[in-house]
């Protein structure tokens, strides 16, 4: 039987000669470890997904010379590794290639092509119909890649009938929380029903919104999993396919693994983008305490900067709770009152607001007072601004363009307000002293641009708002669905009305982490001028 090893590994999109040098690094590493075998994930010597880098010939010519220049340098193993691939007439491919005795073997090209949620792969690339029966050390193995194996009776299903013994399925499958669970599942059906051996091989790193957990594994032929890879980090497994005690880890339980998740998303979209430093705004809430925490775990406290801007309406144990939870985490905190600036609008504004009285239009200049702030110090001192609002607050535009939602990365755009709080408590318990104060947890949520102000007053229940929402966005359900469920009908009607009008502002919003699997972005396309009520 083979020794095989997974390399679970980060490519950045787009770096082609760093990609290629780690996955010789990781080559080596396998080879040293004494593998027939070593398999990388989908497109990992361009990166994934390369989007309309696709459309470049000169990309894709390039991504062939950096594979043919790898090919050069292995030797004593096979390897497995995704590429684009291109023929004669200039259709592209997404391609698996074989490489063994210094240059490509053989190459498979995926057949089964996603063009769904934030899939667009019909976009750009031709299905193959070669079979993918490659031949390792005696050993026949059925290569192919990611939703080949989704589908049923495809192609894995000919290769498992034709003689492969093992089955290589190469991925970048991206992360939603609990996507581990529903790929085990599927891929000990395909191992059972094949009767082979079945290797996934997962991408991990965040690329833009999306993040790819990893957790690459091994199936032995009774469905049983034979061997398991960490989530969220680079590693190579080693696996003996005669051998039934290989490294299997443990799954992470649901909060760790949407927090992990969190981290590694923001950390790859500041780094693969040169970022070295972020700050952000520090309100005393715990959408920002959340987010501070995620920064401080994913750069350091020592480049992290928070900025506390308190306004008119900013409570005393607001801003004691900003100081506090700065303390605790030991990150650098800039206070920038904006009571001064806020009252020089005003006056400016005196003539022509005369006689009305004061609305959002107010609430929403101590937003943009603050966005204006975070931006001139992120242009002064650099670094990234990573802006603190969540998904609950951007289903419904309870946010102010060119204010709070100025910044670079949205850490936690994709969570729903009830995650944040179960988040936040989490954060709290893997530590001996609680970083994020009580009373933050505690407080009703508030955005303080006027007196007495709570969320809840305008949103209704976050817990029955974040309902309607999952049902709505998640589960597309009508409104009379909603309503059956047993949820006020009048909520309901305001929510998604809320929702429906408010496609200008999340078209604006940064990029953020995408953690549920329909995030406001390519898994949700609705027309901004769109007059279908439900």
């Not at 000669?17 to 497109?43: C, H, M, S, W």
């Not at 802006?387 to 969570?415: F, P, Q």
């Not at 029955?464 to 929402?469: G, N």
């Amino acid at each position: 039987m083979l020794k095989i090893s997974l390399a679970q590994i980060n490519p950045t999109v787009g770096d082609l000669a760093g990609n290629t040098r780690k996955i010789l690094e990781y080559t080596a590493l396998a080879q040293k470890a004494g593998a027939d075998l070593v398999i990388f994930p989908e497109l990992a010597v361009c990166g994934y997904p390369p989007e309309d880098l696709l459309l470049k010939k000169h990309f894709v010519a390039d991504n062939i010379k950096a594979l043919d220049a790898l090919a050069k340098k292995i030797r004593g193993l096979s390897v497995i590794t995704g590429f684009v691939d291109s023929d004669a007439g200039g259709k592209i491919y997404n391609a698996a290639a074989l490489i063994s005795d210094g240059k490509v073997q053989d190459v498979y090209y995926k057949q089964e092509l996603p063009n769904y949620g934030v899939f667009d792969e019909k976009r750009y690339f031709s299905c193959g119909k070669n079979s993918g029966i490659l031949t390792v050390k005696g050993t026949r193995v059925g290569i192919n890649i990611c939703e080949d194996i989704w589908i049923n009776e495809a192609v894995y299903k000919a290769q498992a009938k034709a003689g492969a013994k093992v089955l290589v399925n190469i991925s970048s499958s991206p992360y939603h929380a609990g996507k581990l669970s529903i790929r085990q599942e599927l891929l000990k059906a395909r191992a059972r029903e094949t009767k082979t051996h079945l290797v996934y091989v997962n991408s991990i790193g965040g690329q833009d919104e999306l993040v790819f957990d990893g957790g690459s594994m091994v199936m032995s032929p009774d469905g049983a999993v034979l061997a398991r890879a960490v989530q969220f980090d680079e590693t190579l497994l080693n696996v003996d396919l005669s051998l039934p005690n290989n490294p299997v880890a443990p799954v992470l339980e649901s909060s760790e693994e949407i927090y992990k998740a969190l981290v590694l998303g923001t950390r790859d979209y500041a780094s693969k983008n040169g970022f070295k430093k972020v700050a952000l705004g520090l309100s005393g809430g715990v959408d920002s305490a959340l987010v501070a925490c995620i920064a401080c775990d994913a750069f350091g406290p020592e480049n992290v900067t928070a900025i506390s801007m308190p306004g008119p309406f900013t409570a005393k144990a607001t801003r004691q709770d900003a100081r506090q939870l700065a303390k605790n985490l030991k990150i650098e905190i800039k206070e920038i009152p904006i009571k001064r600036i806020f009252a020089a609008y005003l006056k400016t504004m005196a003539p022509y607001f005369a006689n009305l009285r004061p609305d959002t239009a107010e609430e929403n200049i101590q937003a943009r007072i603050r966005g204006n702030i975070l931006m001139a110090m992120a242009n002064k001192f650099g670094g990234l601004i990573l802006t603190t609002g969540n998904k609950s607050e951007m289903a419904v535009g309870y946010c102010t363009l060119y204010g709070d939602m100025s910044g670079g990365y949205a850490v936690i755009k994709d969570v729903f307000k009830t995650k944040v709080y179960e988040l936040a408590r989490y954060r709290n318990s893997i530590c001996r002293d609680p970083l994020i104060p009580k009373s933050v947890l505690l407080r009703a949520p508030s955005a303080e641009l006027r007196s007495n102000q709570t969320d809840e007053e305008t949103l209704g229940s976050y817990e029955q708002l974040d309902k309607i929402l999952m049902a709505y966005i998640e589960d597309r359900a009508s409104p009379q669905d909603i309503v059956a469920s047993g949820i006020d009908a009048k909520m309901v009607a305001r929510t998604i009305h809320l929702v429906d009008t408010n496609e200008y502002k999340r078209r604006q919003a940064p990029p953020g982490v995408k953690i549920t699997p329909c995030a406001f972005g390519k898994d949700w396309r609705l027309p901004i001028t769109n007059r279908y009520k439900e």
